[in-house]
């Protein structure tokens, strides 16, 4: 079955870091690939996609490339903020749309302090 | 994107009762779906709603104890049965607009059983 497995948290960083949260898939055919972000209080929403290999999806300073030849899609930033802190979600979805509902990485929770 | 909404937005109640949640979405949708995300965990998918028919579970799932309602396409209801403290967790509904191949959230429904 498809599975996603993402650095757990809590990552810590401070004010204009560089950041890396990194996601890898398991899927049987060839999914699309999506990060969506939770703040606190507030509901889930998509930050970036990205649905065939060597895509890049980008959103707000964020970006991710679509690794086929190593099952990856790494979330970075080049310089956080405070407003960044969050928790990360990466997700996989099987390719043709479809029937088929989103898999899940557990989640980084991301803490910037200034 | 889509404007979804759920009612409640929390509810407590008590061991043995059931509650049925309501998601709402301001346009026509292909695919609904609702998702379980147990406290500091991960989404995990519990079924897609179908318009006109019975929902699909996925596994560990089953329509006694999670039935859902589909009945036009911008409307979904699902009944948590029997609610043990088990069944706390944030409850949320997704949709899929015009096979975009993205899948958006409602605020979802904060469920507490004593």
């Known amino acids: 079955g498809n599975s996603v497995t993402q650095m757990e948290g809590p990552v810590t960083l401070s004010e204009e870091a560089f950041l890396t949260i990194n996601c890898t898939y398991t899927?049987?055919?060839?999914?699309?690939l999506f990060w969506y972000v939770q703040y606190p209080g507030e509901g889930l929403q998509l930050l970036l996609k990205?649905?065939?290999?060597?895509d890049k999806g980008s959103n707000k300073g964020f970006e991710a490339t679509y690794r086929k030849e190593t099952t990856s899609f790494h979330l970075e930033k080049g310089s956080v903020q405070v407003s960044d802190s969050a928790v990360y979600f990466c997700?996989?979805?099987?390719?043709?749309?479809?029937?088929?509902?989103?898999?899940f990485g557990k989640g980084t929770h991301l803490i910037i302090q200034p | 994107s889509a404007v979804i909404s759920q009612k409640p937005s929390r509810d407590i109640c008590q061991r043995g009762t059931s509650l049925t949640i309501q998601c709402q979405v301001d346009?026509?949708?292909?695919?609904m779906f609702w998702y379980r995300q147990q406290p500091g965990q991960s989404l995990t998918l519990i079924a897609t709603?179908?318009?006109?028919?019975?929902?699909?579970?996925e596994s560990g799932f089953v329509i006694d104890k999670f039935p859902i309602s589909r009945p036009n396409l911008t409307f979904s209801t699902l009944t948590v049965s029997n609610m043990s403290p088990e069944d706390s967790s944030i409850y949320l509904c997704?949709?899929?607009?015009?096979?975009?191949?993205?899948?958006?959230f409602g605020p979802g429904t904060r469920l507490t059983v004593l």
């Open positions: 899927a049987t055919g060839y999914p699309s």
């Open positions: 709603a179908n318009q006109g028919s019975e929902a699909t579970y």
């Open positions: 997700a996989l979805r099987e390719s043709g749309g479809g029937a088929d509902g989103l898999t």
């Open positions: 997704s949709v899929e607009v015009r096979s975009t191949d993205t899948q958006y």
């Open positions: 346009s026509q949708v292909t695919m």
């Open positions: 990205a649905t065939k290999a060597d």
